[in-house]
């Protein structure tokens, strides 16, 4: 059971925007950055979303990041087929005094 | 650009050590922005953290695992390494190094590919 909860599945067909949410707690989304993911299949994770919401270069405009209180959210607008992959939110978790990861969700483009 | 890579055994018996290292090339470990750490992956689960080091050798330690593991960082050779002791079959996973960008947030911005330890007897 991750500290940090994620639907361990999320779907949507060409061209529609999907959200997957991350839920936290006041010692970690609630206080400190979050971070997010992706992971294609049989690959190394990749940055997607830095500091809540900031994209490294390279990464589309079509990801973006948010964070409400204690819970944080990815969007994907104009899903494509090969935005099918694992994602993972991330935090720092200041009652454990380490990086915490989500469980993780499949995205499938149907 | 920036590289990591893994390396060591890829079949540690159970009660053993697991001693994985990973190469930086492309840039400095002894950069004074960054830390470096290792992340794992059992088959078909998700990421955990375990530790990670600045290049003076500074540590911070997951929780779960810190009574087990030993990192350091070898600066002459652009390396940092990974120890795990007395391994059970629950720590068979992929074995990740990347690069630590704010020193304990969960900022990994380079990733090595990945190496699979399996421990068996």
């Known amino acids: 059971q991750s500290v940090l909860t994620q639907p361990p599945s999320a779907s949507g067909t060409p061209g529609q925007r999907v959200t997957i949410s991350c839920s936290g707690s006041?010692?970690?989304?609630?206080?400190?950055?979050v971070y997010w993911y992706q992971q294609l299949p049989g690959m190394a994770p990749k940055l997607l979303i830095y500091t809540n919401n900031q994209r490294p270069s390279g990464v589309p405009d079509r990801f973006s990041g948010s964070k409400s209180g204690t819970s944080a959210s990815l969007a994907i607008s104009g899903l494509r087929s090969e935005d099918e992959a694992d994602y993972y939110c991330?935090?720092?978790?200041?009652?454990?005094?380490?990086?915490?990861f989500g469980g993780g969700t499949k995205l499938t483009v149907l | 650009q920036l590289q990591l890579q893994e390396s060591g055994p890829g079949l540690v018996k159970p009660s053993e050590t697991l001693s994985l290292t990973c190469t930086v090339s492309g840039g400095s470990i002894s950069s004074s922005t960054y830390y470096w750490a290792w992340i794992r992956q059992p088959p078909g689960k998700g990421l955990e953290w375990i530790g990670s080091i600045y290049y003076s050798g500074s540590t911070y330690y997951g929780p779960s695992l810190k009574s087990r593991i030993t990192i350091s960082v070898d600066t002459s050779k652009n390396q940092f390494s990974l120890k795990l002791s007395s391994v059970t079959a629950a720590d068979t996973a992929v074995f990740y190094c990347a690069r630590d960008t704010m020193g304990g947030t969960g900022s990994f911005d380079y990733w090595g590919q990945g190496t699979l330890v399996t421990v068996s007897s």
């Open positions: 006041s010692s970690n989304i609630g206080s400190n950055y």
């Open positions: 991330a935090a720092w978790d200041d009652s454990l005094s380490g990086v915490i």
